[in-house]
């Protein structure tokens, strides 16, 4: 079955650790996205990609990192320069239509919940 | 900065009831989206309407567009306790997907 998987479901952090949350798909979508969900509010973009070896910075992107080194790949690390990292954090994927005409569709993974203690 | 904004921000009814959210975007668009997120899960793709459409149906689903007021509107019609979820509207921003902060639905039994 084709997906994209977060993992871990649940992580726990102590303050000043860095974390590493997986996202893999095996969609062959070319564009990947993280996005951080507080309790009860929306969801803001983190950093995209549109492409291997190639990412762009969202509105909330200080105190995080990412890479794209695989097609399949695009792991969230969530360094302990990021001063309130307890949120819900959400992988996502789509087929890349550029510009603004396309339609990006996203599939998303089923997140991941960092809490630290 | 968020491009959709959802209103109500929570809305409660009876199973059988319709349920209408709406959501007011900032700039010019091609097309709108809608999700549905359960509580704790990922968001799943409803539906998605282009610029030059003014009305869509998927199922018990109606999405319709005004881009003169840069609002949409989602319908459910029947509701069922199993449609208890929040529902997001997205838009392409350049080159990224920007969501608003979603209408919370609960149905009740």
């Given at each position: ?5 977060q993992?871990?479901?649940?992580l726990?952090?102590k ?9 893999e ?8 996205y993280?996005y951080?969900?507080?309790p ?20 909330i ?5 990412v890479s794209?080194?695989?097609k ?20 996502a ?23 630290v203690? | ?10 809305l409660?009814i ?12 900032k ?10 997120q359960?509580?704790g ?12 459409e003014?009305?869509k ?16 509107s ?12 929040s529902?997001?509207?997205?838009t ?13 639905l609960t149905?009740?039994?």
């Amino acid at each position: 079955d084709g997906g994209i998987t977060q993992s871990p479901k649940y992580l726990f952090r102590k303050e000043g650790q860095n974390v590493t949350l997986s996202c893999e798909q095996n969609l062959n979508h070319d564009a990947m996205y993280w996005y951080r969900q507080d309790p009860g509010q929306g969801l803001r973009l983190i950093y995209y990609s549109q492409i291997v070896n190639d990412f762009q910075k969202g509105d909330i992107a200080e105190g995080y990192s990412v890479s794209r080194e695989k097609k399949e790949s695009f792991p969230l690390t969530v360094t302990s320069a990021q001063k309130n990292p307890t949120a819900f954090y959400l992988c996502a994927s789509s087929i890349w239509t550029g510009g603004v005409s396309g339609a990006n569709v996203l599939t998303f993974g089923a997140g991941s919940r960092l809490t630290v203690l | 900065s968020q491009q959709g904004e959802e209103d109500p921000q929570a809305l409660s009814i009876q199973e059988g009831e319709n349920a209408t959210m709406n959501c007011s975007y900032k700039t010019s668009i091609n097309n709108l989206q809608w999700y549905r997120q359960n509580s704790g899960r990922g968001l799943v793709h409803l539906i998605l309407i282009r610029s030059n459409e003014r009305e869509k149906h998927s199922g018990r689903l109606r999405v319709t567009l005004d881009t003169s007021k840069k609002s949409s509107s989602l319908l459910i019609t029947a509701s069922r306790a199993a449609d208890t979820a929040s529902y997001f509207c997205a838009t392409k921003d350049n080159n990224d997907m920007r969501f608003g902060a979603g209408t919370r639905l609960t149905v009740k039994p």
